[in-house]
């Protein structure tokens, strides 16, 4: 599996006292190479698992890959600022969206389904997710 990594999968990969965790891990566990992810991700992941160092091995260990830098698409993340304004999104959010649009083939894997089930790549294509079942 390809993917792209958002701050929720990565905090539910970690803490095991996650309602995610188990799936996380399930995920984790069908991965055919690293995930992509941007520093926005990590920063926010080790913000809410409250340790910087854990984020590092995560990177250092493979499961998730550097494969962004905001200073190569500030218009395009301006743009989507402004169209996604009324749900304030954070940079994370952004960030992914454009990684969804520079790797197609590549699923956002995230447990913030209500948001990126509105986001769209290239103004109207329904971002590819892979997230926890409802219920």
Excluded at 58 to 86: I, K, N, P, S, W
Excluded at 101 to 124: A, C, G, M, Q, W
Aim: glycine letters at 4%.
């Amino acid at each position: 599996m390809k993917g792209i990594a958002d701050t929720g999968f990565l905090v539910a990969f970690a803490n095991r006292g996650d309602a995610h965790h188990q799936w996380a891990v399930g995920v984790a566990e069908r991965l055919s190479e690293p995930l992509l992810t941007c520093e926005a991700v990590l920063a926010e992941t080790a913000f809410h698992l409250r340790d910087a160092a854990l984020v590092l091995s995560m990177l250092r260990e493979g499961l998730v890959t550097l494969a962004f830098d905001c200073r190569d698409h500030l218009a395009q993340l301006a743009a989507l600022a402004e169209r996604y304004a009324d749900r304030r999104p954070d940079l994370a959010d952004l960030c992914l969206i454009r990684m969804s649009e520079l790797n197609p083939r590549h699923s956002v894997i995230t447990v913030d389904r209500e948001d990126f089930r509105v986001y769209r790549r290239n103004k109207r294509e329904a971002i590819p997710l892979v997230s926890p079942p409802e219920g």
